[in-house]
């Protein structure tokens, strides 16, 4: 149409009938598999083989087929999605309780999140890997430790859990632990906490409880029982515990009353005065902030990982009190790392208000930040066993609103055990770190040395990338096919399914593992190769390939066979990268396998001859030139253009382009200039594959004909692509002739 001028000129337009769809290289491989950690039943995507170990573990003795299957593609420069398999024995790793199976994140909100768990914290991933796992918790506990001097006369002091403390200073709170701690010497034997000892003082034997010992150093913390005890412990004595003995070193004795302040009230200090239970008077020797002693590990002290946990910005404002807490997580025995004692992660300064909010307006509640930010455990239910800020013990339970909330604090019961030994640690009983170790995790079942997974259970799994509008894919893996012929045809007839479903990618299977490896006959092998395939349905989506290939393990230091699946579709993906879709990934050019020290199998020609014949694309060592896919078929079982990798390639290239372009198409205008539109959009693009050698010739029908009115009405749009696939060279003659001297080659070549 002319422009509006009302005086001569001219006026530059523009109009682009360039654009088109590009194809995407992302070159994506999926793979459903037992591996050892990871969520289940959830799509992950894998960028590296160090991706993959850190997502979801390192191969062992019952996954490696599936885990290098997935590694071997990954060599290629593919981007893998990872599937876990589910699976009735998986378990998570719990502190306590029934461990269940949490699947993934979705399936801990949908069923763990609000319930009333039997458990307070489970292993994030299901399978014994989690029982590695421990969980270190602190708050602001108990504020002083104030040291008392021995009684003057009569008996021990004796300070009561939870009694209330005043001075005249003004200073109040509450007993939060009362203990002695003793420096010993001349050892006989060893103490074990939880035990009930004896004490000789002035001639009278008395009864003590073990908190903790700490053989190194000599230190042992006890506890008066309810009562107290007769007389005053003093230097020198014996304390026994059936045959083991120790002596009180001089100066060995330290009274230690932990205090929790109220809320507002200054602190004790060195010569206030206090009452113990019998309403005796005692002067404080002196006073030490608690937290700067207070331990997670024997000699880890938590000032080191973060300031004391107090009263948080959000919380104070709406007259809270004590709502922070920490918690580190540790590798307990080196089951995750490699590393007994290494902090997989720490979360500082987190709340027990519900409503708690960071400075930028974030949730701070400890419950919400654990299930986002941590990789490692899921929480499952409140700590119950608190020391009562206030006199009324609900008034201060976790999960509440910090509105007016003083929240109650941690004191141990159990105290913390260090590792790998398994000794208490000093000061931690009744203490404010609390010590969870998840144990019960459990993996998959084993069955004939293998991870034993159902194929329902793998069918579930890959159904989670059937929708092809949800989940792009390229190649699917199948990994080990399956232990015998029953599990291996439903496996792969199920997942022919999806493919012929989906119609946008292409399934790789390699021979069931009894098929080759350890089969002394190639004979045999071809046999049983042949016989195994003719139970699987035909399809132009499928490829089949004969190799089982030698490859060093070495994260277990061994060599191993597994199958070529993940090669074959690698290849693939490879040929894309460095040449065109359309291309064979087959031959010397672009077939050699990589990581092959050998086969075990490797077919002569004859039997390479049996196996193309039935579907089945041989791998082969060549001496001297590698280990090398000698065959383009796809699985159709009948002559088709479609018999060929690089056709059915072809056609899943041109099909993903030209629908995405088509989909620019829908609720315009249909008329002509929008089909005419169209033609310019897909013309250019179908002329560069064919530049590319992807297609000898081409035909576009999109016009009146094909979009008669009444489809028009009906709001139907149609157009026909006509396409001349490129064929690969399979077989080649070569005709040597020796002619006489005097005969002209014009004579004899024609």
Known sequence: MAANQLSPGVVVQERDLTTITSLSTANLGVLAAPFELGPVEEVVTVTSERDLVEKFGKPNDSNYEYWYTASQFLSYGGILKAIRVNSTALKNGVDSGTAPLIANQDGYEASYEDSNNNWKWAARTPGHKGNSIGIFITDSGADQIAVLPAPGSGNEHEFVADAALSATSGAGGKVFKYSILLTVDTVVGTFTPGATTTINIGGSQESVDVLAWDANNKKLEIGLPSGGVTG???????????????????????????????????????????????????????????????????????????????????????????????????????GLTGTAGAVLERFVGMSKASDAKT?????????????????????????????SATGTSSDGNWGLSGVGRQFNLLRSSAGTTDFPGGSFTIGSKNNATFYYRLTDGANYSIASGEYSVSSTDVESAYQLISDPESQTVDYILTGPSGVDDGTAKAKVTALTSIVEERRDCLLFVSPRRANVVGVSSSQQQTENIEGFFKLLPSSSYVVFDSGYKYIYDKYNDLYRYVPCNGDVAGLCLQTTETAEPWFSPAGFQRGVLRNAIKLAFTPNKTQRDTLYANRINPIVSFPGQGVVLYGDKTALSYASAFDRINVRRLFLTIERVISGAAKSQL??????????????????????????????????????????????????????????????????????VATRTGVAFSEVAQ
């Open 232 to 334: 005053i412990i003093a230097d020198g004595q014996t304390i026994t515990a059936g045959t083991n003995t120790a002596v009180i070193t001089t100066g060995g004795i330290e009274r230690q009353l932990y205090v929790a302040l109220n809320k507002d009230s200054i602190d004790f200090a060195g010569s206030d005065v206090v009452a113990d239970t019998n309403s005796t008077n005692v002067t404080i020797t002196s006073v030490r902030v608690e937290y700067n002693e207070r331990e997670y590990l024997p000699g880890v002290k938590w000032i080191n990982v973060a300031p004391r946990p107090g009263t948080s910005q959000s919380i104070a404002g709406q007259g809270g009190f004590r709502d922070e807490l920490h918690v580190v997580v540790v590798d307990v025995d080196g």
């Open 359 to 387: 400075s930028v307006g974030e949730t701070n509640y400890y419950k919400t930040v654990i299930k986002q930010r941590s990789q490692y455990i899921f929480w499952g239910n409140h700590e119950t066993g608190l020391f």
């Open 667 to 736: 609720f315009e205008q249909n008329d002509e200039s929008q089909r005419a539109l169209f033609l310019n959009i897909v013309e250019p693009y179908m002329r560069d594959v064919q530049g590319r050698r992807g297609v000898t010739d081409f035909l576009i029908k999109c016009d009146g004909d094909n979009n008669p009115a009444e489809a028009i009405d009906r709001g139907e749009f149609y157009a026909e692509i006509f396409v001349k696939p490129t064929r690969t060279i399979n077989y080649i003659t070569l005709t040597f």
